[in-house]
């Protein structure tokens, strides 16, 4: 493995230690196994992505920046998600409402890390391509939220106070 992919990674081995690797390719020229520790490290990082999908769990990741079309229209957001599978999110599918600021939800603070949890909508295998959504997990809570204040509401003698919309 090329020492290289150890200092991109941020790691350092020690001797002895069992690490995962990837097989490039059989024989090189040398007739040496060539072994990636990066490809290793993505591979492992989709086959989480990959049981997630399959058990019906969310992941969180943060949104990274807006992808847009010819006339600089939003189409959706690049969302970088755990262990650095990067995904797509879709315009319809980051927010209940149409955003009105991307700023709201896009991570503009190199420092600052929003966190958000997404469900997992689509994955393309053959491209370990991963579509999300923000907009069914809060629509999730939405429900569950309305659910618990109609369980309130059940009660007899109890005062609520509103504000009337039309």
Do not use: C
């Amino acid at each position: 493995v090329d020492t290289n992919e150890f200092k991109t990674l941020g790691e350092t081995p020690e001797i002895g230690e069992i690490v995962e690797v990837y097989i490039v390719k059989l024989e090189n020229r040398q007739g040496e196994i060539v072994l990636s520790r990066i490809n290793a490290k993505k591979e492992i990082a989709w086959q989480k992505i990959l049981d997630k999908h399959k058990n019906n769990q969310t992941v969180k990741g943060v949104i990274e920046k807006p992808q847009t079309k010819e006339k600089g229209q939003i189409r959706g957001y690049t969302v970088r998600l755990e262990d650095g599978i990067h995904a797509f999110l879709p315009e319809s599918h980051a927010d209940l409402a149409v955003i009105e600021s991307v700023k709201e939800i896009l991570n503009t603070d190199a420092e600052v890390t929003n966190t958000i949890e997404f469900k997992i909508l689509k994955l393309i295998k053959n491209y370990k391509n991963v579509l999300v959504s923000r907009k069914m997990i809060l629509q999730n809570t939405d429900s569950v939220e309305r659910t618990e204040f109609l369980e309130k509401l059940k009660e007899e003698g109890l005062v609520i106070t509103g504000i009337i919309k039309n």
